[in-house]
């Protein structure tokens, strides 16, 4: 079958494969610890279900306006001034089915042929390919471990081209767990106004933030940089609704029309009952968001301690998100039988099948000395997964 060639050039996501593949080991009955899930392991607070539960018994079941109910329009602009003194008017916002639709619709709205897109790595594995569907070039741009992977300004500035056309960051990082300074975002902020280049800020673990740091992006550096920056977002990381598929955008207000445009052609509205669960969500107390993260960021410290013990791997401190990504390089080019370790992916293939650990190949986030561990599983578990690790590596050669 002769598919066209937009969809044979991208690969599935290696996250949900690897997420796939697990749970399936899971379900046969094999004890596989999975740090490979990037989703929270609490359920969705219990006033959002209900919510969820009120508007299939009120038959909010309908056709929704395309871009989002005007009520959970308003409960996001409130969101924005609220938590971010960022100011928005409802059309501005574009409401989509997920965090990564979102970004989908922004890429599909914003880019085509001919234009580039720095894309700092390691990245979430599924920038590059939305990129890539809109057309353009995903420009990937190397950084040290050394500064916890984050970019400078120099980084940048020496990536962009006249074809440049965007940038994405990602704060806190997935798969880095590393978070942006201000000063850090300042210095990049130059290069982004000397080169009038327009920022996707990833905001999605905004709310998963460490060691009392607060949260800021690109729009709070001033209304110059508000004007070049598009905000996505949604509810899956903050509210554990990774299933109920919403996310947002907030910028300028030909972008949101564009995007309800986009959708209008593709999707129509997403699901009406998700979004009565997103206004309660966001109009809601966070006080289950701050429950979710003490116990994230007990499992976080435990785990940055207890991977810099194990021999061969180093581990900085990450900031932000529910991830880590140790460095395991020392520990390729050695031997299990026959199998060479020659890098991430083999390594991580080699601690699913010998050690039952589920993990992410830095490879696949670009980075390939590192693996992604995700901490949303109990701290028995990590326990139980870091002892595995441990005597896996020991048996190499
Ligand atoms: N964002 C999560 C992850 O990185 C969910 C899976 C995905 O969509 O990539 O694991």
């Known amino acids: ?215 800021r992006n690109m729009a709070n550096l001033g209304p110059e940089l508000k004007e070049r920056t598009v905000i996505a977002h949604g509810l899956a990381k903050t509210y554990a609704m990774t299933g109920w598929r919403i996310g947002f955008m907030a910028g300028g207000k030909e972008i949101a029309g564009a995007v309800t445009k986009l959708q209008s052609q593709s999707t129509s509205n997403p699901c009406s009952i998700a979004q009565k669960a997103g206004v309660a969500a966001l109009n809601g107390p966070d006080d289950s968001v701050a429950v979710m993260c003490a116990a994230f960021d007990e499992r976080r410290l435990f785990l940055i301690e207890a991977l810099n013990r194990i021999e061969g791997v180093k581990c900085f401190r990450a900031t932000g998100a529910f991830y880590v990504f140790p460095n395991f390089s020392a520990h390729f080019g050695k031997r299990f039988g026959d199998l060479v370790i020659d890098g991430s992916d083999r390594m991580a293939d080699y601690l699913l099948e010998e050690a039952r650990v589920s993990v992410v190949p830095g490879q696949a986030f670009g980075e390939d000395a590192c693996l992604r561990l995700s901490y949303a599983i109990s701290l028995d578990d990590i326990k139980k997964g870091l002892d595995r690790i441990e005597e896996a590596l020991s048996r190499l050669s």
């Open 1 to 215: 079958m002769d598919l066209a060639a937009r969809i044979t050039q991208v690969k599935p996501s290696p996250t949900l494969s690897l997420d796939a593949k697990t749970k399936a080991l899971q379900a046969d009955g094999v004890d596989v610890v999975n740090f490979g899930a990037g989703e929270p392991d609490f359920s969705t607070p219990d006033y959002i279900k209900q919510a969820g539960i009120r508007a299939i018994e009120d038959n909010f079941t309908r056709y929704t306006p395309v871009g989002g109910i005007p009520e959970l329009k308003k409960a996001i602009v409130d969101k924005f001034k609220r938590d971010n003194e960022l100011d928005y008017s409802p059309d501005q916002i574009a409401v989509s089915c997920g965090g990564k639709h979102t970004l989908y619709n922004l890429a599909q709205v914003l880019f085509q042929a001919g234009d580039q897109v720095v894309v700092p790595a390691p990245y979430w594995v599924s920038y590059p390919p939305i990129i890539t569907l809109a057309g353009a070039e995903p420009v990937i741009v190397a950084t040290s471990e050394t500064n916890d992977f984050k970019m400078t300004a120099d980084e940048l500035r020496a990536a962009v081209t006249p074809r440049t056309r965007a940038m994405i960051l990602n704060s806190p990082s997935n798969p880095t767990g590393a978070t942006y300074t201000r000063a850090e975002l300042e210095a990049l902020a130059e290069v982004v106004l000397e080169r009038n280049l327009l920022v996707i800020s990833d905001d999605i673990y905004e709310k998963i933030l460490f060691d009392g740091l607060s949260f």
